[in-house]
C-alpha cells in the first residue's frame, strides 16, 4: 500500500522530502508532481526499480525511453555528448520549464539505459521535484502518468491517481490538483531545435 505525502508545492519542508529520498535510495518507486503532470519516478542507478518502472508501464526496460530528471545543468555531462555553445545557450533560456530536450547520449550512461543513442534531459520548474533531486546527489528516471479516460489524456487528481497505483508505488506525492498537458519535447541532436512534440512549453 502506497504512502501519500502532502506536500506544499511552493514551500516543501526538508524533512519530508528526506522520506522521499530515502524511498528512492531504497529502490521504490514514487509518483510526484511537476510543472507539467503528475509522474512515476525511480532512483536511475537501481536497476530493479528501473525494471520495476518499465513493468508498469507495460515495456520492456531495453525499449523504455524514461527522462531523466534534473534540477539544473550540471549532470548534463554525466549523460550527453559534449554540446556547442549555442546548444547550452538554448537549453539555459528554457530551464528550468516544462521541456524535455532530446541529447546525444554518451557511454557513461547508467545500465539501464545502456545502448541508447540519444536521452531525454528535463529540468522541471517545481520545488518538490527540484529539491528531490538536489537532496538525491543525481537525477531520476521518469514517465509520464498518463489516463485511461478518452478526453482526458492525463490524470490530474492525485487522490485519484495514488487510488490507482495504490499497489504498484511505494510512495505519492499530493502537492494538488497537476497539470493536464505534458512537457514539450523538443530535438537537440542536430545542433538546431527540433520540435517533435507540443506540449506545455512555448518555443
Same mark, same amino acid.
Given at each position: ?8 508545492p ?11 529520498? *530515502? #524511498? ?12 507539467? !503532470?503528475?509522474? @512515476? /519516478?525511480?532512483? +536511475? ?19 523504455a ?52 543513442? *540519444? #536521452? ?5 520548474d ?6 528531490? !533531486?538536489?537532496? @538525491? /546527489?543525481?537525477? +531520476? ?11 482526458l ?38 545542433g ?12
Open positions: 500500500m502506497a504512502k501519500i505525502l502532502r506536500i506544499h511552493d514551500n516543501p519542508q526538508d524533512n519530508v522530502i528526506n522520506e522521499v529520498v *530515502t #524511498v528512492l535510495k531504497n529502490g521504490g518507486l514514487i509518483i510526484y508532481p511537476s510543472d507539467t !503532470v503528475y509522474a @512515476l /519516478g525511480c532512483n +536511475i542507478f537501481d536497476i530493479r526499480a528501473m525494471e520495476k518502472l518499465a513493468q508498469l508501464k507495460k515495456i520492456k526496460l531495453e525499449k525511453h524514461f527522462s531523466i530528471i534534473c534540477n539544473d545543468l550540471s549532470h548534463l555531462s554525466n549523460f550527453t555528448k559534449p554540446i556547442d555553445t549555442a546548444v547550452f545557450r538554448f537549453l539555459k533560456s528554457k530551464i528550468p520549464g516544462p521541456f524535455t530536450f532530446i541529447l546525444e547520449a554518451n557511454k557513461s550512461l547508467p545500465l539501464a539505459y545502456k545502448g541508447n543513442k *540519444t #536521452v531525454g534531459i528535463r529540468v522541471p517545481h520545488a518538490i521535484t527540484q529539491l528531490i !533531486v538536489e537532496k @538525491l /546527489g543525481h537525477p +531520476i528516471a521518469s514517465t509520464s502518468i498518463k489516463d485511461d479516460d478518452e478526453v489524456e492525463y490524470s490530474t487528481d492525485p487522490e485519484l491517481i495514488a487510488e490507482k497505483y495504490d499497489s504498484f508505488v511505494d510512495l505519492v506525492i499530493d502537492s494538488g490538483y497537476g497539470d493536464n498537458m505534458a512537457s514539450t519535447v523538443v530535438d537537440l541532436t542536430s538546431e531545435p527540433e520540435l517533435i512534440r507540443q506540449g506545455k512549453g512555448e518555443l
